[in-house]
């Protein structure tokens, strides 16, 4: 087998002294971990490293030793070899660096004393098999210690499970305390390992850490009595829930609650996934904020808001106009269609109607539009995504006049094809079975097949004037439906993007690992192979696919073929999912 | 250890094969296909502009030509960055795992390492590609559920696709390794 041995690169140039680290339970393989410098006393290294081994929870060991030759200190080596007799150890590792040379030289002691790997370069009396046996794999404890393998394994038990890096990663991080100990430190001991540029924390984040318990404190109860205010009954009856399922700021404000909860939860995050999760919703929400004051303040200035009501209600007022003039030409021939001229003119009044209540229902709204606007703009300072869904409500309600159109004429359209469609069947003497779900044949009277040709012929040859506004008016709802569904992808947007993992990609790459790669270093003959491990990022893509908050447009959507035959046979489509038509 | 022979990839173009052994269980097989050639770049450059002004002269508007200019511009670092692959790598080293890279023409290097533990195997493969059955090496990824099973194959030097005679070399180096590491 080969010998594998991780060593930290801060402790390339360490004085000489010992090895800690641990041997990975079932491969061949070694992470060291930090060098003890002597002089030291040999007891007091044993104390130190059961302290460490409880507070870690790490199996460290004295791995062997580690030999740096400088001026003065000739006589090391010996005393180094001789230190193995004092830990106990299975295998003892001896690493020495000479001067002049990049490379180390490493030497294997089994417990029974006698070398069973030599690789010094001139004593090569061993056979060649052992020969070239170890590989020195040099890693950056800083960045080893702050990643995070993908993909993540949140359970710690499965230990036997993991892989060597994976779990030569746990070693290193959950070593985190051994690292505290600073060089400068007063102390029995002298360390070399990585160690941060000290921990000057500033002020603020300090009277931040100790404010955000009793802000979580009071968040978490307010959001209880949020709870306690939408269990009332009142708020269960059908129309009230009905309608605020389906206003889009009533949907974003239930998602902003249910954030609110995983954020300000005074439980701490244990887990990886759990804190990327929180600290993605935290971020969103505070860009969210950002935008949505940026856009109050845009909007609050130079009298934005009266122009803009000025400029709503005459285009509200135009789009009825255009209407009008379109039903006006679908009543004679459109396109020199001849259609049933009785069937079209009923439709058409009865669309005029409508329109005519609609101008008037807006000539009644227009002194308060601007007050409305002026309230309602005041929603963007919860966040931009409340300003769009506002936006989407409102252009669903200023274009409900086409909605209507739509359902009538759908529902007229539906009705068609589900007689024709009955009725071609009874033209061929078949029915439709409800009890076993299939067409079937059936004898019909005389009486029976006269009247259902009849109603067929009628049926058919009216067809085309009820398709036509039919048609008509589902490319109006379209381009509605397509707008709110566009404002609908951007909120979602917003409210899924995890902002904070790809600033983590971006800023500090190595936290987000997908796992590793190699570079072989430049090599002297004669020495053990190096190599320099470094962390491979996780690509863009799975950044998102893995941290991004779950929404609805995480589900799977309908086809656009399922759409089209939707709207051929007159079914109603909204910009919303609906739940309901997928369980029954 | 220089190169044997000329190898050439699956449609005949030349290829280069280079293996370092660094030790007897650590070695590097570099797969280099030719740069981008220059006349290629010119042609294509050269036939979307005489379109661009074709369009020019019928149209008379001059936006069609900056925006080929643009077209050009953008597909020839678009290409450069994504597809042209100008070597890949394949560092075996034993009982610690394979690493492939490749690199793209435009520097851009991305790297994937699999563990030797995950490895059940490097065998060659057979491919029907278009009209023609090709081979090329791949490495079988153990299932951790069922020891004999295979979990998904990962194909070596997808981009530069050489011929069986490449691949054989590379295989027999690879087994190899992975026999000493057993």
Request: aromatic letters at 12%; one cysteine or more.
């Given at each position: ?92 590792l ?34 060649d ?58 102390g ?200 769009l ?9 200023l ?16 009705l068609?094809?589900?007689g ?55 490319l ?8 709110q ?51 491979n ?40 999912r ?7 | ?46 036939s ?49 795992g ?62 530069s ?21 057993r």
């Open positions: 087998m080969v010998l594998k041995i991780f060593f930290p690169k801060c402790c390339n140039t360490a004085d000489s002294g010992l090895l800690v680290g641990r041997w990975i339970p079932g491969q061949d393989s070694a992470v060291v971990l930090a060098v003890i410098h002597y002089p030291f006393i040999p007891g007091q290294v044993k104390k130190y490293l059961t302290q460490m081994r409880s507070q870690t929870k790490v199996d460290l060991t004295v791995l062997g030793s580690w030999s740096m030759p400088k001026d003065g200190q000739e006589g090391m080596d010996s005393f180094l070899k001789d230190l193995s007799t004092i830990f106990p150890h299975s295998r003892w001896q690493l020495s660096r000479e001067s002049g040379k990049r490379a180390f030289t490493c030497r294997v002691v089994q417990e029974n004393g006698k070398p069973a790997a030599k690789k010094d370069g001139d004593d090569n009396n061993d056979d098999d052992d020969k070239d046996k170890i590989i020195f794999v040099h890693y950056d404890q800083r960045k080893v210690m702050l990643s995070q393998l993908h993909p993540v394994q949140e359970q710690k038990g499965s230990e036997e499970e993991s892989t060597e890096l994976r779990t030569m990663f746990q070693t290193v991080a959950q070593s985190e305390p051994l690292f505290f100990h600073d060089m400068y430190d007063e029995p001991l002298k360390l070399t390992h990585w160690q941060s540029e000290g921990r000057e924390a500033s002020i603020i984040v300090e009277l931040v850490k100790q404010a955000s318990v009793p802000v979580c404190i009071v968040l978490t109860w307010l959001l209880s009595v949020w709870h306690w205010l939408c269990s009332f009954r009142i708020f269960h009856v059908w129309p009230v829930q009905f309608i605020s399922s389906k206003l889009s700021t009533c949907v974003q404000t239930g998602y902003r609650a249910d954030h609110f909860q995983t954020v300000f939860s005074t439980r701490k995050a244990t887990t990886h996934m759990e804190f990327m999760r929180k600290a993605n919703i935290f971020v969103s929400f505070l860009v969210d904020i950002a935008l949505g004051l940026l856009l109050i303040s845009w909007l609050y200035r130079e009298n934005r808001i009266s122009q803009l009501a000025n400029t709503l209600v005459p285009a509200a007022d135009h789009v009825a106009k255009e209407l009008q003039e379109l039903l006006e030409w679908l009543m004679g021939a459109p396109a020199g269609l001849k259609m049933n001229r009785a069937l079209d003119q009923v439709l058409g009044r009865f669309f005029l109607y409508h329109i005519h209540l609609w101008i008037s229902y807006i000539r009644l709204m227009s002194p308060f539009i601007e007050m409305i606007l002026w309230y309602v703009g005041l929603t963007a300072c919860l966040g931009l995504t409340f300003a869904s506002v936006l989407s409500d409102i252009v669903a309600l274009t409900f006049h086409i909605y209507c159109f739509y359902v009538y004429g759908a529902r007229l359209y539906y068609k094809i589900y024709l469609s009955s009725l071609w069947r009874l033209f061929r003497g078949k029915k439709w079975n409800v009890l076993r779900q299939r067409v079937d044949s059936c004898s019909y009277d005389l009486d029976q097949l006269f009247i259902g040709t009849l109603l067929f012929t009628i049926l058919l040859f009216l067809l085309p004037t009820t398709a036509l506004y039919y048609l008509v008016f589902t109006l709802r379209l381009v509605v439906v397509m707008f569904g566009l404002i609908h992808l951007s909120v979602d947007f917003i409210n899924s993007f995890p902002l904070f993992a790809m600033g983590l990609r971006l800023c500090r790459p190595y936290r987000v690992a997908e796992g590793v790669k190699f570079q072989v270093l430049s090599e002297e003959p004669g020495t053990p192979l190096h190599l320099r491990m470094e962390i990022p996780l690509k863009f893509s799975s950044v998102l696919q893995c941290y991004r908050t779950p929404t609805y447009s995480c589900y799977p959507k309908d086809s656009w073929v399922a759409l089209c035959k939707k709207l051929f046979i007159g079914e109603l489509v909204y910009p919303w609906q739940k309901s038509t997928k369980t029954d | 250890m220089a190169e044997e022979g000329p190898f050439t990839d699956i449609s005949g173009k030349p290829i280069s094969l280079e293996c370092q052994n660094y030790t007897p269980f650590c070695r590097e097989f570099t797969v280099s296909s030719p740069k981008v050639s220059l006349l290629k770049v010119m042609g294509y450059t050269c979307v502009w005489l379109l661009a002004y074709a369009v020019f002269f019928l149209t008379e508007n001059t936006t069609v030509l900056s925006s080929a200019i643009m077209v050009t511009l953008v597909g020839m670092i678009l290409h450069i960055h994504f597809v042209k692959v100008d070597q890949e790598t394949l560092l075996i080293i034993g009982s610690l394979i690493q492939l890279s490749s690199l793209y023409a435009s520097g851009r290097e991305s790297t994937t390492f699999i563990e030797m533990s995950k490895i059940k195997d490097i065998v060659i493969n057979e491919a029907i590609y278009m009209q023609s059955i090709i081979y090329y090496l791949c490495i079988l990824i153990k299932d951790p559920s069922e020891p004999d099973g295979v979990a998904s194959v990962v194909p070596l030097f997808q981009s696709k050489p011929r069986l005679n490449c691949l054989v070399r590379v295989y027999k180096s690879c087994q190899e390794i992975i026999a000493q590491s």
